[in-house]
């Protein structure tokens, strides 16, 4: 591990500059600050080779500086990952780390080919057809010590819609490396296996290719001056409200900012739309799994987006698609609004139609996809990429998929997947609980596969059964020995219409993954369980014939396009992926064993659905309405997400023993949780992050956002929290550095921690100690508590409030409320150990004053009850 990586100075009194240079522009400036550092030094002798090409450059405004991105180059070609990072304050450079290559040896190399075959590259990636690929420049590759000539490609697959970056032998076609763009988040709430198959959904979809011109445009032309946006108005769950089960829809009328959206949310500066397009997304239904536009809710031309919404258990969840995508459509807007002001913006490669002039590249709004038609029960995101290379733009818009999840169901009400048609002995069988599959055809309203039930045979289907031995047949296969893909795969190649696949060992059916092979799949597929398993096999060895029809029933499905925890969730994949490194695949697993992009896109969505009145003792879990789980459930992670060592005891040292990205990235978010309280507790609360830049929560998520722009390629938690670190020094003066620190080093990642190897899964080293100059200032803090200010939060506030920041000693704290008469509205006395809030329901809008007496300590702080 290159440790250059880690040499910031965390301390302001050493920040250091490397001194004012003579240049024009900041590539003038860069490039002469590398000829003279040493840093592309080769030890081989061929320093005149090397140089470096700016990726990127980000202008700060919360750290004040210019973040630039670059890549070392050889003999005019990019070296694969060998990247760097430097701010610019003026006209200095203040900061500069890299993980640049001084002993580059070119191998020879058999002739180049100019492009690859398709027929290649189905081959080395396992699919039947590729529908775009894209070329880069040629790179350097490092392979057994020496480096080669190597292509750098994107190919997109025409039946999943995965997007594969791959680093390839020029000369071979041999894949060097390789990543899908798309970010799969697993939100399946049953992943139980059988014989250690994939179970657990892992669909990896969305190419992220642009959509053309869909219903609802208006052609219109522009001046120089923005145009002002028509009034629009959505009922939809608004923030902070997580989902359905959290709270009500409410009407809300031209929720954009202004600043950020400046013509809206339905244009694009070019066209005005009255369906669910603008500048920022593009939501619609692709039922079909097509991934191009399908069906999106017209607002007309008063934009007036109030659609009904109702569920329940025998409610068909496409009998109100208009409300589902309306809210995905206001989700993704509001994610790009918000964090448009936290510093994802267009230098900072975000997602925009159009960028009116203010830097970066354009043209990759996202495409939000509802009633996703490749699957249930998940959720995923792909970022796609944009970048500039030797004057060349590249270019792929990101893409969404929201999926339906399943309802809950029981062996006296199961999900109705298939029914007998012939014997009757065989219609007259009571229904039993069946599981869905990830992969194959979803069969969405109306659609249904009939045939007679055939064995496979093999009867587990991993090796293929003989060509043609299940034409027309619905093939029945036993779950055991390979993953469902590939059993369903291969049934699909020998003629088979569709399948069932049953648990020889139990009775409990499961979501089903598809592994390597399920992007394959064609046909649809479903999980039972072993009862109805051995009887189809029983009832078919005796030489019965069973003709069934393959079918769901939706009825008490819910929408992932209404979760917004969801949507900011996979929203927050396309962030850390475009704020790290190169902008696309710095965050792979391929590369860095600690993936920590499942926490950021956590952490994002626990932020923006806090809700006013909610403190650090409120556990939280993640996707509890998709998952079919009251509000207070414990969601789909390892634990619910608390800074209480009771609720929640991961530390690094767990993420050598968890299996999973997802598992991985629970303890990162674990710890940016903790943190975040200590803000909140340090700077008080806001339920609207946007309304003050000094509350705690508002602090913490700048805080995070830098973090993810000034971290390496293929981060380790060691860098995730190096890099916040940096963030503090450079914004804040290192004003919270302790704090960081001590939140941090409770949950092992303190000073001497080690995240080893970047690849190794299981070599991570735990520490719980601060540096040794917090070990002074966190005493002192705690000497001078009882100089610290009260703290009323939320404030404004809804329906409660609390008081924080109390003296930890044994006196009473006492509380009185009163309206700007000054007649005294609520009065309590309590011990400082107390959390409770102090309700103002049915308290009258308007303002407050709250008086506080602990002691001799008597703070009077102005409150807003809205």
């Known amino acids: 591990m290159n440790r250059k990586l880690f040499l910031w100075p965390f301390s302001v009194a050493v920040f250091f500059a490397f001194g004012k240079i003579n240049a024009q522009n900041s590539n003038g400036l860069i490039q002469d600050y590398y000829q003279k550092s040493g840093q592309l030094a080769q030890k081989n002798g061929t320093s005149n080779k090397t140089g470096v090409i700016i990726l990127n450059e980000d202008p700060s405004k919360s750290l004040g500086v210019d973040i630039v991105n670059v890549q070392q180059t050889y003999d005019g070609l990019r070296v694969y990952n060998a990247l760097g990072k430097l701010m610019i304050k003026g006209d200095k450079i203040i900061s500069e780390k890299n993980d640049f290559k001084q002993n580059i040896s070119v191998a020879g190399q058999g002739k180049s080919k100019e492009r690859f075959s398709e027929d290649l590259l189905k081959q080395k990636l396992n699919l039947s057809e590729i529908s775009k690929v894209d070329?880069?420049?040629?790179?350097?590759?490092?392979?057994?010590?020496?480096?080669?000539?190597?292509?750098?490609?994107?190919?997109?697959?025409?039946?999943?819609?995965?997007v594969w970056h791959i680093i390839a032998d020029a000369a071979t076609g041999e894949i060097l490396t390789k990543d899908n763009l798309t970010v799969d988040c697993n939100f399946t709430h049953d992943n139980s296996s059988d014989s250690g198959e994939e179970s657990h959904i892992e669909q990896h979809t969305g190419s992220g290719a642009q959509a053309v011109l869909g219903v609802g445009a208006m052609n219109k032309t522009t001046a120089g001056n923005l145009l002002v946006p028509s009034n629009a108005s959505y009922n939809v769950f608004p923030l902070p409200v997580e989902a359905p089960t959290f709270g009500s829809r409410a009407l809300i009328n031209n929720p954009w900012d202004i600043t950020v959206s400046p013509e809206g949310w339905h244009s694009d500066g070019t066209n005005s739309y009255t369906n669910?397009?603008?500048?920022?997304?593009?939501?619609?239904?692709?039922?079909?799994?097509?991934?191009?536009?399908?069906?999106?809710?017209?607002?007309?031309?008063?934009?007036?987006?109030d659609f009904p919404y109702a569920e329940g258990r025998y409610i068909n969840p496409f009998t109100h698609r208009d409300a589902a995508i309306t809210n995905l459509f206001y989700m993704n807007n509001k994610m790009h609004d918000i964090f448009y002001k936290f510093g994802f913006t267009e230098s900072a490669r975000n997602y925009q139609t159009n960028n009116f002039a203010n830097g970066g590249m354009a043209?990759?709004?996202?495409?939000?996809?509802?009633?996703?038609?490749?699957?249930?029960?998940?959720?995923?995101?792909?970022?796609?990429?944009?970048?500039?290379?030797?004057?060349?733009?590249?270019?792929?818009?990101?893409?969404?998929?929201?999926?339906?999840?399943?309802?809950?169901?029981?062996?006296?009400?199961?999900?109705?997947?298939?029914?007998?048609?012939?014997?009757?002995?065989?219609?007259?069988?009571?229904?039993?609980?069946?599981?869905?599959?990830?992969?194959?055809?979803?069969?969405?309203?109306?659609?249904?596969?009939?045939?007679?039930?055939?064995?496979?045979?093999?009867?587990?289907?991993?090796?293929?059964?003989?060509?043609?031995?299940?034409?027309?047949?619905?093939?029945?296969?036993?779950?055991?020995?390979?993953?469902?893909?590939?059993?369903?795969?291969?049934?699909?190649?020998?003629?088979?219409?569709?399948?069932?696949?049953?648990?020889?060992?139990?009775?409990?059916?499961?979501?089903?993954?598809g592994g390597a092979s399920g992007s394959q799949v064609t046909i649809p597929a479903i999980n039972i369980g072993k009862t109805e398993g051995l009887y189809m096999v029983g009832e078919l060895g005796s030489g019965t014939t069973i003709n069934a029809t393959l079918g769901n029933d939706f009825n008490g499905f819910k929408h992932s396009s209404l979760d917004n925890g969801v949507i900011a969730h996979e929203y927050g994949h396309g962030i850390s992926n475009r704020l790290t490194g190169q902008g696309y695949s710095c965050l792979s697993a391929a590369n860095s064993a600690e993936q920590m992009g499942e926490g950021w896109s956590d952490f994002f969505a626990l932020m923006l659905t806090t809700k006013p009145g909610d403190t650090s003792s409120l556990a939280r879990g993640v996707a509890t309405y998709s998952a079919d789980q009251p509000s207070t459930g414990g969601g789909i992670r390892l634990a619910k997400y608390s800074p209480d060592f009771g609720l929640n005891n991961y530390t690094y040292a767990r993420t050598n023993t968890v299996s999973g990205s997802h598992a991985i990235g629970f303890i990162w978010a674990t710890m940016l949780w903790d943190l975040t309280w200590k803000y909140i507790e340090k700077y008080g609360y806001n339920s609207d992050v946007l309304a003050s830049a000094t509350s705690g929560n508002a602090k913490i998520l700048q805080l995070v956002v830098n973090g993810l722009k000034l971290q390496a390629c293929s981060p380790t938690f060691i860098d995730g929290r190096d890099a916040i670190l940096q963030a503090d020094a450079v914004g804040n003066a290192g004003a919270?550095?302790?704090?960081?620190?001590?939140?941090?080093?409770?949950?092992?990642?303190?000073?001497?921690?080690?995240?080893?190897?970047?690849?190794?899964?299981?070599?991570?080293?735990?520490?719980?100690?601060?540096?040794?100059?917090?070990?002074?200032?966190?005493?002192?803090?705690?000497?001078?508590?009882?100089?610290?200010?009260?703290?009323?939060?939320?404030?404004?506030?809804?329906?409660?409030?609390?008081?924080?920041?109390?003296?930890?000693?044994?006196?009473?704290?006492?509380i009185k409320m009163f309206d700007m008469s000054g007649k005294l509205v609520f009065s309590d006395a309590r011990d400082p150990q107390s959390k409770k809030a102090i309700s103002t329901k049915g308290f009258q809008k308007g303002v407050y004053m709250v008086h506080i007496k602990q002691g001799e300590k008597i703070q009077t702080e102005k409150l807003i009850v809205r």
Not at 135 to 150: D, M, Q, R, S
Not at 780 to 791: H, M
């Open 135 to 162: 070329y880069l420049p040629n790179v350097y590759f490092e392979k057994n010590g020496v480096y080669v000539l190597a292509k750098e490609l994107f190919v997109s697959d025409k039946k999943s819609a995965d």
């Open 276 to 305: 669910t397009r603008g500048n920022n997304v593009y939501a619609y239904s692709d039922q079909a799994n097509a991934n191009t536009a399908g069906y999106s809710p017209n607002g007309g031309a008063s934009l007036n987006f």
């Open 363 to 513: 043209g990759d709004a996202v495409n939000a996809e509802a009633f996703d038609g490749s699957g249930l029960n998940n959720a995923n995101f792909s970022s796609g990429y944009e970048t500039v290379i030797s004057g060349v733009t590249y270019l792929q818009a990101p893409r969404m998929q929201m999926y339906l999840w399943d309802r809950a169901q029981t062996t006296a009400d199961p999900i109705s997947r298939y029914k007998y048609n012939s014997p009757s002995t065989a219609v007259s069988r009571p229904k039993v609980m069946t599981g869905s599959a990830s992969f194959g055809a979803l069969l969405f309203e109306g659609q249904s596969v009939t045939g007679d039930l055939a064995v496979s045979v093999p009867a587990d289907a991993c090796t293929a059964p003989a060509a043609g031995s299940l034409t027309g047949k619905i093939a029945v296969i036993t779950s055991t020995s390979c993953e469902y893909g590939l059993k369903v795969l291969n049934a699909q190649n020998a003629g088979a219409i569709g399948a069932i696949v049953y648990r020889p060992s139990t009775d409990t059916p499961v979501s089903m993954g």
């Open 736 to 814: 919270d550095k302790c704090m960081i620190w001590k939140a941090f080093a409770k949950r092992g990642l303190g000073v001497n921690a080690s995240a080893g190897v970047r690849a190794t899964a299981n070599d991570q080293v735990e520490d719980f100690t601060v540096p040794e100059e917090c070990n002074t200032a966190l005493a002192t803090q705690d000497i001078k508590a009882a100089d610290n200010k009260f703290i009323v939060f939320p404030n404004p506030t809804y329906d409660e409030f609390f008081v924080g920041n109390l003296d930890k000693s044994s006196q009473d704290v006492q």
